[in-house]
């Protein structure tokens, strides 16, 4: 029952930033033109037109962006017990940006094959960094720092790669560094309407193995006994995590951190089950992303941020603050 | 297979010339071990002599190099993981403890090998783990968070979970450490209860000799990867076996119907 509770209010919570997100810009619009435009589109409105061809398709990627990527990181944290796991902190993101990048460069690619090439990328960067972990041989404890430390190796390394690719092409440059700094717009709304399905069956997949997740997060050999396939299990749901987050990069580029910070907001008020704490994580990931992409694009008005630099930055400090409480504080457990 | 249905019948688990190592060190050798039901089994022996690595084996983490484990006349190697977890429950050494996640949630994943991705659970699984937090004092504290419990509170909860997996085989890595002297006789009492009463076979891990001989029915004491001794308890462990095994000498004495072994350390600051 208190789930039920802790679910209205993340949803109401999205709600109130959905509506600020569609309200909120260069021309305010009254939520209740915005609720007109949703439910009886005037062709004739200016108001209407930008609403539904601008605002509405901008929200709804920073909802699919920020649901899957939360989702993912409650998961990637869960699996492997890493508090700072995440798609952006172990090489996913980063990944998946060079795959499209190389697509698009390289090959000249239509949208399914940057899908394609997101997805290789974004399980190429994971591999990329656990490889790292191994190869360095800093410890085969995935909780430990190495882990993250290898994740922000590849990560520079994979984004360094991509931006020597994007001066390579000097006419398609302007058209993708602003993608590469991850920005919501609305002109990637064909991308989301292509995409969505991956994220869809990430989290399907991700809902179906909650319970055998939850229990790896007991550590795998206590999963074993208690009759989980961990490999299996593990496997599967780190892949769905890639699909879901590479598709988010291919839709928006790298919009990193939200699936870092979200599960340890959500965690201390819905537990660490993933059958709770995944609806609430993906439904808070939702509504900061969404409230991000408000405030980057009034906070500094007339310019205009782009969402995934203010998520950077909030991002950033929130890192900082939780490596402070896990890793360096006096007493710290770890 | 005549001989391993008849297996199954008087052996609910044992191992076969079982041989065990990890990288080039070889740490188990030739073990071969039945189990009966209905029989409470104390494993001792000095620290690194391989019990934890044996009950390993037992459960099927670690892979033997040589010989097999039969859980129900059956060789483990060719059972899921949830057929196993059906009949095996298993309390290891040590436990990771997550962040957020409280004492009711824990017992509830008990649940998984029964119900697996998508089975319900049903009342009387819940009332199996209700049961199982009564039995170790918890009843109470189903909402609190497990990182916050005290070191025993927090091996109780896991022993709960073990218990609420309602298996006929019962796997304890040094079920009363960490716990405090009422627990580990009331741990080792419900233990003994669920042998006696409801025939469970129970295979536990035990530094105390004096907790050995006081609830064990059988022992088997283990040297270096090898069985020093097995058989009924009070014989396996005798002055000459604690010597042995331990590297101590010990006095066996009687005292009102109990067996107590008393190490001469203890003997010389005036214990009886
Ligand atoms: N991961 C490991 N790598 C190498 N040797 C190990 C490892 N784990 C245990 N051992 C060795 O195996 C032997 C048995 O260990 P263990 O089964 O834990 O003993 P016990 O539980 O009786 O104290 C010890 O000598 C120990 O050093
Ligand atoms: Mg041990």
Redesign the interface.
């Known amino acids: 029952m208190r789930f039920a509770g802790t679910c209205g209010a993340a949803l109401a919570l999205l709600l109130a930033a959905a509506v600020a997100s569609l309200s909120l810009g260069a021309t305010p619009i009254a939520p209740r033109e915005v609720l007109r435009a949703l439910v009886a589109f005037d062709a004739e409105s200016v108001d209407h037109f930008v609403v539904l061809s601008q605002r509405l398709p901008r929200a709804l990627i920073a909802v699919y962006a920020g649901a899957v990527l939360a989702a993912g990181g409650a998961v990637m944290q869960?699996i492997t017990?890493n508090p700072l796991a995440s798609p952006s902190t172990l090489g996913v993101s980063a990944g998946a940006m060079l795959g499209m990048l190389v697509s698009v460069f390289g090959f000249g690619a239509g949208l399914a094959g940057q899908g394609g090439a997101a997805l290789a990328g974004g399980f190429g960067g994971f591999a990329l960094t656990l490889a790292v972990a191994r190869l360095t041989g800093l410890g085969p404890d995935p909780r430990g720092v190495p882990l993250i430390l290898s994740g922000a190796l590849t990560g520079m390394l994979l984004a360094g790669v991509s931006g020597t690719l994007l001066l390579t092409d000097p006419a398609r440059r302007a058209e993708y560094l602003s993608w590469l700094a991850g920005n919501i717009n609305h002109f990637y709304a064909d991308r989301l309407a292509v995409f969505w399905p991956l994220g869809l069956a990430s989290g399907l997949i991700l809902l179906?193995?909650a319970?055998?997740l939850?229990?790896i997060?007991?550590?795998r050999?206590?999963a074993?006994?208690?009759?989980?396939?961990?490999r299996r299990v593990s496997r599967a749901g780190l892949a769905a995590v890639v699909l879901g987050a590479s598709s988010a990069t291919a839709i928006c580029g790298p919009v990193g951190f939200v699936g870092l910070v979200v599960p340890h907001l959500v965690?201390?008020v819905t537990?660490?089950?993933l059958a709770r704490l995944l609806p609430v994580s993906a439904l808070v990931g939702a509504a900061l992303c969404l409230l991000s992409d408000v405030l980057a694009r009034r906070a500094f008005a007339p310019f205009t941020l782009h969402t995934g630099v203010l998520l950077d930055l909030v991002g950033g400090v929130c890192f900082g603050t939780l490596v402070y409480r896990l890793y360096l504080r006096p007493g710290a457990r770890r | 297979m005549q001989y391993e249905t008849h297996c199954a019948v008087r052996y609910v688990l044992s191992t076969e010339r079982l041989k065990f190592s990890i990288g080039r060190s070889a740490i188990l050798h030739d073990i071969s071990l039945r189990f009966r039901p209905g029989r409470f089994t104390a494993l001792v022996g000095a620290n690194g002599s391989g019990k934890s690595s044996l009950m390993?084996c037992l459960?099927?983490?670690a892979a033997p190099e040589a010989g097999r484990v039969l859980l129900d006349g059956r060789p483990l190697a060719s059972q899921?993981?949830?057929q196993?977890?059906?009949r095996?429950?298993?309390l290891?050494q040590s436990?990771?403890c997550?962040?957020?996640?409280?004492v009711g949630?824990?017992v509830e994943?008990?649940g998984?090998?029964r119900t697996?991705?998508?089975g319900t659970v049903r009342a009387a699984d819940r009332e199996g783990y209700r049961e199982a937090l009564r039995t170790v004092g918890l009843a109470g504290k189903a909402a609190r968070q497990l990182s916050r419990l005290s070191g025993g509170e927090r091996q109780r909860a896991f022993i709960a979970?073990a218990l609420a997996?309602d298996t006929p085989v019962l796997l304890m890595d040094e079920p009363v450490n960490h716990l405090d002297l009422k627990y580990q006789y009331a741990v080792l009492d419900l233990l003994r209860d669920l042998v006696t009463g409801q025939g469970k076979t129970l295979v536990v891990v035990l530094h105390d000799l004096n907790l050995a001989l006081a609830y064990a029915d059988d022992a088997v004491l283990l040297k270096q990867g090898r069985v020093l001794a097995q058989g009924p308890a009070r014989q396996v462990l005798d002055a000459r076996a604690v010597a042995e095994g331990f590297g101590i000498a010990a006095d066996l004495r009687d005292l009102g119907g109990r067996r107590l072994c008393l190490p001469k350390g203890a003997q010389m600051i005036g214990m009886p």
Request: proline residues 9%; charged residues 20%; without cysteine.
């Open positions: 869960g017990g179906a193995l319970r055998p939850t229990l997060g007991l550590g050999e206590r074993e006994a208690l009759g989980v396939p961990v965690r201390p537990g660490a089950h | 390993r459960i099927g983490l899921t993981r949830r196993i977890a059906r095996l429950a298993y290891p436990s990771i997550p962040d957020h996640l409280t949630e824990l994943l008990a998984f090998a697996g991705l998508f979970l997996q």
